[in-house]
């Protein structure tokens, strides 16, 4: 009989496969990590913008070991049960109906749309176990299914207990003030710095490109997974479908709760559970994207942003990894804050926000197709990986473009190596000269300049394994950034902002 497998083998982070050989995290290896490798140090404490968010309650309270105590709420075992918990999730999931409390606590506030309309509450039965949104979309008869059937008795819930608005708004300035803020995303800040280079006049005859740009994808034709003939096309529609999901870049200016900090803090702790669950790096730049598309859509009370993040990733996981961990495994990285049912019917109501629509166009699709200008050097797209994913904590970025900040990744560590020049090589795959990178390069070195506030991101690249990118890009930084017209480096982001 051959020697039995041992419990547990050492897995290989597959985020920098290009350094590295990888091994893939099976389900049977997610289900055997314990719960003191998935503990995760805790982070400062989330401070609320309402007062009523803070009240104390009656009984002991348990600190919670992650993300601090962004949803630490105090549960009180009262002679009559346990209160329950308003949110994302609901618990009305017996037959007998959905039971309506007199009184909500306000920490545990419920996850409520933006548009209200109120409406008398009908008790007909129990609903699918998670908040339906108020804003009804049209369907027709053929994609009506029971994935998106949301519960009308919840919906109304949700209408009853509502918090105070940051802007109040009527329904129709509501409905107003979203088109004005797509129309300028999209035609003030994408379109002066994100549309892609034009092609010249002349083009040579046997390659059909400008003159002086090289032919990267004939030496391809012979692989057939790297689609040499179609890979033109399909970055095309990658341009067209990356401005139909971006974000809302002033989001949290309706949510009552939460500040552009919260949300840093958030995003950081993501990336030490991505790592520490060994996931490609696409999924979290799609996780990043759910959890702003989501939170441009619905206001959030603070208890419940940990719950929205933890899902984002859960449901990111399943899209892109082969086999993505257990949900068990999410519980446990949140300190068993929450309950499985929960995770699950947050993971219907965002989706069905969502529209069911996942459809993210990645950067690390974009910087891949720009570093193959760049022969696929190893240094250059490490370097690379660290800037592109600065993205993802600081909010100044959300107005880009993913295609122009992995460029702007691309060109600023090139500089930092000194690989020569942006040539034309260069922008006809990347998609933008060095006039139009110019903005997100300087927000770039104006992150790094700064004081060191998301210790999980650097730690994450100033290992060996990714070269000490962050290491070296800060050292950088901080001797270059008066060539940016950067002043005052000695504030942070956050008091910038």
């Given at each position: 009989?051959?020697?039995?497998?041992?419990?547990?083998?050492?897995?290989?982070?597959?985020e920098n496969d290009e350094n590295s050989s990888s091994t893939r995290l099976t389900r049977a290896k997610a289900a055997a990590l314990s719960v003191d490798e998935l503990a995760v140090p805790s982070k400062g404490a989330l401070q609320s913008k309402s007062s009523a968010a803070n009240v104390s309650n009656a009984g002991v309270q348990r600190k919670r070991a992650a993300l601090g105590d962004?949803?630490?709420?105090?549960?009180?075992?009262?002679?009559?049960?346990?209160?329950?918990?308003?949110?994302?999730?609901s618990k009305a999931a017996q037959p007998t109906g959905v039971q309506k409390n007199s009184t909500r606590p306000t920490s545990r506030a419920a996850l409520i749309t933006k548009e209200t309309k109120k409406t008398t509450v009908k008790r007909t039965g129990s609903g699918s176990g998670a908040i339906g949104a108020t804003q009804k979309r049209q369907t027709s008869s053929t994609t009506?299914?029971?994935a998106t059937s949301i519960?009308?008795?919840e919906e109304e819930l949700v209408e009853d207990s509502e918090p105070a608005r940051k802007k109040p708004q009527t329904a129709d300035a509501q409905r107003r003030l979203r088109a004005e803020a797509v129309t300028e995303k999209v035609t003030k800040q994408a379109s002066p710095v994100a549309e892609?280079?034009?092609?010249?006049?002349?083009l040579d005859p046997e390659t059909g490109l400008p003159i002086g740009v090289k032919d990267l994808d004939s030496e391809d034709h012979d692989d057939p997974f790297m689609v040499a003939e179609y890979a033109v096309e399909i970055f095309e529609y990658l341009r067209e479908l990356e401005v139909k999901t971006i974000p809302n870049a002033e989001y949290m200016s309706y949510q009552d709760e939460l500040e552009w900090k919260m949300r840093g803090i958030l995003v950081d702790w993501l990336v030490e559970v991505h790592t520490r669950f060994h996931l490609l790096p696409e999924t979290l730049y799609l996780a990043v994207n759910i959890i702003d598309r989501f939170l441009s859509e619905k206001v959030v009370p603070l208890a419940r942003l940990q719950l929205v993040g933890i899902t984002a990733m859960f449901i990111a996981s399943k899209y892109e990894e082969v086999l993505s961990p257990h949900v068990e495994n999410f519980k446990r990285i949140a300190d068993d804050e929450y309950k499985e049912s929960e995770i699950l019917s947050a993971e219907r109501f965002i989706l069905s926000?969502?529209?069911?629509?996942?459809?993210?166009?990645?950067?690390?699709?974009?910087?891949?197709?720009v570093s193959k200008a760049d022969n696929y050097d190893d240094q250059t797209r490490t370097i690379g990986k660290y800037l592109m994913e600065i993205s993802l904590l600081d909010h100044r970025f959300l107005s880009y473009r993913p295609s122009q900040v992995a460029a702007a990744a691309m060109y600023l560590a090139r500089l930092m190596l000194h690989r020569g020049e942006w040539d034309a090589t260069f922008a006809h795959y990347a998609?933008?000269?060095?006039?139009?990178?110019?903005p997100v390069v300087a927000l770039m070195v104006d992150y790094l300049a700064r004081p060191l506030i998301h210790e999980a991101f650097f730690k994450k690249y100033a290992c060996k394994k990714f070269l000490k990118?962050?290491?070296?890009?800060?050292?950088?930084?901080?001797?270059?950034?008066?060539?940016f017209g950067i002043e005052d480096v000695e504030l942070t982001i956050d008091q910038i902002s």
């Open positions: 009989m051959p020697p039995g497998r041992p419990a547990r083998t050492r897995l290989v982070s597959n962004v949803s630490n709420v105090a549960k009180t075992d009262a002679a009559e049960g346990k209160k329950n918990k308003g949110g994302l999730v009506t299914s029971a519960s009308k008795e892609p280079v034009e092609e010249p006049a002349e926000t969502l529209d069911y629509d996942l459809s993210y166009p990645n950067p690390m699709n974009f910087l891949r197709r998609g933008y000269t060095e006039d139009e990178l110019e990118a962050s290491i070296l890009a800060r050292q950088w930084a901080k001797k270059n950034a008066h060539c």
